[in-house]
């Protein structure tokens, strides 16, 4: 018996083998995704928003083993992880929520859009393709539920003191005095951060260390602080290291050469204060009588 396919089954075949890849034989796509529709618009004022911040690239882009995303409270005490990785929303208290649309992302924080408030919106560099390209370059969306976007501008440098090099990727937390939720960014790999056009007041100004990257400083963390008063533009230098409750003590003492020797201790000392001369005491053995003491340098000035 012979047998003839009809037209539905041949459209059923036709449905069943297609696919939403890449076309066979299509060329490589080598530019990385770029934003093409932002939600609000950078500058809005929007007193009743409610719905979600959306970023609309111009292709499909990887899930990143989607995961919740991240905020800048104390409510935010996991690891900020999938696609929420590339996203900073501030100042928010508690866990932002950050969803995958297969071209778009949209984020919200879960306290919802607070009355009164300038958002910062920050993609940071990292978005990936199908292609494996990668967005190298970032962007910041800034809009307000209330007032006029601010034009006042905090700029600064991280570093690390224990390993007297730039804090890379350093998480920076500026804290408007009285409130207790932050505006967060980034040190870069030279350790320079920037938020612009955020509201003049006084600051506490943090560098952190986030080494399990949930957004916030905790205890063990290497951090540093100042208070910067901003009114149209201010900037800090901050020194991470690991704080503790007991000071430091000498761990070891050691020639150099025949006039000076190196004093090691516990602990880190601080950027500033050496110890004046007058306070160091060194006895010569065995009849412990005084040496004065010339110069007290740090071990950088000394190098």
Request: proline letters at 9%; a neutral charge; charged letters at 15%.
């Amino acid at each position: 018996m012979r047998l003839t396919p009809t037209p539905l089954a041949g459209l059923l075949f036709l449905a069943a083998c297609a696919s939403e890849g890449i076309p066979p034989g299509a060329p490589p796509r080598l530019a990385p995704p770029a934003v093409i529709l932002v939600t609000p618009d950078s500058g809005a004022i929007l007193p009743a928003f409610s719905g979600d911040a959306v970023l609309q690239f111009d292709e499909v882009i990887d899930e990143m083993a989607q995961g919740s995303g991240g905020g800048g409270g104390r409510g935010a005490a996991s690891a900020v992880n999938g696609i929420g990785r590339e996203i900073v929303l501030s100042p928010v208290a508690g866990p932002v929520k950050v969803t995958w649309h297969r071209s778009a992302i949209h984020i919200k924080p879960k306290e919802g859009w607070k009355p009164g408030r300038v958002y910062h919106l920050q993609l940071l560099p990292g978005i990936t393709d199908l292609h494996r390209n990668v967005l190298k370059h970032g962007q910041t969306i800034i809009f307000s539920t209330g007032p006029k976007i601010p034009t006042a501008s905090l700029r600064g440098l991280a570093l690390s003191w224990v390993e007297q090099h730039t804090l890379t990727q350093g998480l920076i937390r500026a804290v408007l005095k009285p409130d207790t939720i932050a505006y967060l960014t980034y040190a870069d790999s030279a350790g320079r951060f920037r938020l612009d056009d955020v509201p003049p007041g006084q600051y506490v100004v943090y560098a952190v260390n986030d080494a399990n990257s949930n957004r916030v400083r905790d205890p063990r963390e290497a951090f540093d602080s100042t208070v910067v008063t901003l009114d149209s533009s201010a900037s800090a230098t901050l020194w991470t290291f690991v704080h503790d409750t007991t000071g430091p003590r000498i761990r070891q003492s050691e020639p150099i050469d025949s006039v000076s020797f190196r004093v090691t201790f516990t602990a880190p000392l601080a950027t500033t204060g050496l110890p004046d001369t007058a306070t160091v005491h060194v006895f010569q053995l065995p009849d412990s009588t005084p040496v004065a003491v010339a110069r007290v340098l740090s071990l950088a000035a000394n190098d």
